[in-house]
């Protein structure tokens, strides 16, 4: 038998193994995205989200032969997109608005996390701020992105 649990609870369950056989949520959990790219929710809470990934430049690469700066926009993007759906009631989606992300220092194999978390909410606007730091504690970019809650006929079809 199949449940349906709020996001922020299916997210938790999930992380501490309990999540009961055929649970579902209204998102999509893991995303397609995080499973291609290896994307892993380590942290979890209303408007809130760790989320790791195994960066190595021989596979995420760029010309330079450091981590691509679109592989570490789209892990922000992933966190603060995680964060926001645990603070989103049922019936209710989102689309970010925009996401702007400064670069500190270069990866060439680390764990990367990002840890994202809203800096104001709004009834429909949120800004989350996200901080992408490498295994050894250093700051390796900082995201700032604006999401908006979709309701009603807005939600449909998202």
Not at 16 to 28: C, F, K, N, Q, V
Not at 35 to 40: A, H, K, P
Not at 57 to 70: F, L, P
Not at 131 to 153: F, P, Y
């Amino acid at each position: 038998m199949s449940s349906k649990l709020p996001t922020l609870e299916f997210l938790k369950r999930q992380l501490d193994g309990s999540l009961p056989t055929g649970a579902t949520t209204e998102m999509r959990y893991p995303t397609a995205i995080s499973n291609t790219l290896g994307f892993r929710i380590t942290e979890i809470d209303v408007g809130y989200a760790k989320v790791e990934l195994d960066a190595n430049a021989d596979i995420h690469g760029n010309q330079q032969g450091t981590v691509h700066g679109g592989m570490l926009c789209e892990l922000a993007d992933a966190a603060i997109g995680t964060a926001h759906s645990t603070a989103i009631l049922e019936g209710e989606t989102f689309t970010s608005i925009d996401l702007k992300i400064s670069f500190f220092r270069p990866v060439w194999k680390s764990v990367l996390t990002a840890t994202a978390k809203q800096i104001q909410r709004g009834k429909t606007i949120t800004h989350y701020q996200c901080e992408i730091t490498r295994d050894d504690g250093k700051a390796v970019a900082l995201a700032m992105s604006t999401v908006m809650t979709l309701r009603g006929n807005a939600a449909n079809g998202r």
